[in-house]
């Protein structure tokens, strides 16, 4: 398993390399969406966030924000280490933080309401939708460095579960 210090060495010595896969088809734009993808997703939105680790360091004052998150997940678990399942929920997590803070904060003028974020979300996915692919693939692809470095990429199945196949290993054995 690696250290924080040897995954964000990996996620700036490959981020470059990812964005140019998506050169030739988006240019220097997706160069730029694909590098920052998977930067983002090794320094902030890394599967660590589940335990005290640099990236909830990174977040400075707004790591209060991950502490919900950091108390319903055990490390390593189905949610946030699992290959497509952890991105989309630390990105359906953000999406949700975001969403009840425009709540609070509308109403003082200070975030717009959430049908305004959804417009603005839409409009943008409408007319960027080439380049939040590649950010959201170097989300993806960050965390999946992340989860090989570990040396497991397949996380823990949840104790519920472990419990169940083996009492069924048990009865299958004649135990």
Known sequence: MANGRAHDRATWLLCLPFGLLWWPWLGMAGLGSG???FLV???WLSPDLDTPSNP?????VLA???LPYRRLLRHRSLLSHSP???TAGRLAYLAAITLGLSLVLQ???IIPSPPRLLALATGLWRQQRPLLLAA???LEASSWLHLIQDGDPLPRRPRLMRRRLLRRHRKRMGR
């Open 107 to 109: 109403p003082l003028g």
């Open 35 to 37: 590098a920052a993808g």
């Open 56 to 60: 909830t360091r990174r977040w400075g």
């Open 136 to 138: 959201l693939l170097g």
């Open 84 to 86: 497509g399942l952890g």
């Open 41 to 43: 997703g090794g320094l």
């Open 64 to 66: 209060v924000l991950w």
